[in-house]
């Protein structure tokens, strides 16, 4: 059975309706309208004189004030302060890596530089995390494990079942309790 429409009909069409709607807004719009391009030829507000900038920032942050590197190890951290460069990212490489690169091929080289320099941790090699994935090797040697390692090896089967793909695993069914006793049929 269909709807039927019980008011009387006023003749009004879509486009009637659309119309109206177009026509009450256009107030809003157009005072919008002056009032952004009253603003546009405002000039902006000057609230400061003094813009703070790396010269604020410096004094008392910077790498040798922090305690993260000396000045005799790096010499490119004994700069005054209206020196506005940024502070180095890596830390100086040691004479005897720098040796490496410059040596004879089958004992020294590129290839043997990179493999010493990647067995130096990350602390030694930079002053600060340079990538989120640092996050957790960054300070290995104060961390509780290296000060506190365990004497008998417990922490590996923890730290193997949290690192595995599969996460920790259930214990074998040797492990679970033997059934309650009970009467059973035998089926023979």
């Not at 809003?28 to 546009?40: E, K, L, M, W």
């Not at 902006?44 to 003094?50: A, F, L, N, T």
């Not at 040691?94 to 602390?123: F, H, M, N």
Request: proline letters at 9%; one cysteine or more.
């Amino acid at each position: 059975m269909a709807a039927t429409l019980c008011r009387p009909e006023k003749g009004y069409y879509e486009a009637d309706v659309l119309q109206e709607t177009m026509n009450a807004g256009m107030s809003t719009i157009t005072r919008d309208h002056n009032v952004a391009s009253f603003n546009r030829r405002r000039p902006p507000i000057r609230d400061g004189v003094h813009v703070v900038g790396i010269a604020d920032l410096k004094k008392g942050h910077s790498i040798p004030e922090v305690g993260l590197g000396d000045p005799k190890d790096d010499p490119r951290l004994d700069r005054p302060d209206t020196d506005l460069s940024f502070d180095p990212i890596m830390r100086p490489v040691c004479s005897k890596e720098k040796q490496i690169i410059y040596g004879e091929i089958p004992d020294k080289g590129r290839v043997v530089y990179l493999k010493s320099r990647e067995r130096t941790i990350p602390e030694e090699k930079y002053y600060f995390k340079e990538c989120s994935g640092w996050e957790y090797g960054w300070r290995l040697n104060d961390s509780y494990f290296k000060n506190n390692a365990p004497t008998h090896g417990r922490v590996w089967r923890l730290t193997r079942d949290i690192k595995s793909r599969t996460g920790p695993h259930p214990d074998p069914k040797h492990y679970k309790d033997s059934d309650t006793p009970a009467v059973t049929k035998c089926l023979t």
